[in-house]
């Protein structure tokens, strides 16, 4: 499911860092503590399960101004918008997590982002696609796949050029799928196709790799890197779907992968 928040505030504009997606993240576990503390703990120091691995499976999308208005970009590492209105959505397929964070707001109708104070206008649940086995996406947040060959290495981060990239997504949905219906799925890369749109990767003369930081100027700073470009994903219609519902890649939770369907190019 998800749901898109509408967001005001009172000032004549609005100032968050460029790389907030850690601040929206921190806004999301307090809104759900407001409902439920026990959830909340339970979802950030544990999520949900397979082996030893954690899935929070929910995603969000950044901050984006109103009546398709762009941020104005500044050079000390923030953005701004004399937007009044703003809008934020979180998609997850738990209900759990949709039920407790809807309650949570009830609860207290402001929340903060940073320095930042908004009051909560509405909450618009969105209907979900027609999912097929062949789609296009855009891509609302970087796509993130990495590998490492041991727990304390540094991740390799992969893009869609390189060799490794398609067998790691895949096998990244079919454990959210694991996850999800409590059964493994067969999955087989051969039969996934993955490809960025040509056009839109001419356009921007093939730069589609973005770095991202998280909790920046922090002492546990770090960064992400990942691909930002329309896609095309040809799956079993299982596997996208997820990918829809609980973000492509990596890092959903921290607010990677991220996508819309691409309603301009079908």
């Known amino acids: 499911m998800r749901i898109t928040l509408e967001l005001s505030h009172r000032h004549s504009s609005v100032t968050v860092p460029i790389n907030h997606s850690y601040l929206i993240s921190s806004l999301i576990y307090n809104v759900i503590d407001r409902s439920s503390s026990e959830y909340a703990e339970r979802l950030h120091e544990q999520g949900y399960r397979l082996e030893n691995r954690a899935f929070k499976l929910f995603t969000f999308s950044p901050l984006n101004p109103g009546n398709r208005r762009k941020w104005v970009m500044h050079e000390n590492g923030t953005m701004s918008s004399g937007e009044r209105q703003l809008h934020l959505t979180i998609s997850s397929p738990k209900d759990e997590f949709i039920e407790h964070l809807i309650l949570g707001l009830l609860h207290e109708p402001f ?132 990918g829809y519902e609980c973000g492509f890649g990596e890092k959903n939770s921290q607010g990677f992968g991220m996508v819309k369907v691409d309603m301009l190019r079908g």
Request: aromatic fraction near 6%; charged fraction near 30%; proline fraction near 8%.
């Open 111 to 242: 929340v903060s982002v940073g320095k930042e104070l908004f009051r909560l206008e509405t909450v618009r649940k969105l209907d979900p696609p027609a999912f097929a086995e062949d789609m296009r996406f855009v891509m609302l947040s970087p796509l993130v796949c990495a590998t490492k060959s041991t727990p304390d290495q540094h991740p390799q981060y992969l893009f869609p050029n390189d060799p490794d990239f398609k067998r790691v997504l895949v096998a990244n949905l079919c454990r959210k799928h694991e996850v999800l219906r409590g059964k493994p799925m067969a999955c087989n890369e051969a039969e996934v196709m993955f490809e960025l749109d040509p056009d839109y990767v001419a356009k921007v003369n093939g730069k589609v790799q973005k770095l991202i930081t998280l909790k920046e100027g922090r002492s546990d700073e770090s960064k992400v890197k990942g691909t930002l470009a329309p896609f095309r994903i040809r799956a079993p219609r299982e596997l996208i779907e997820i």
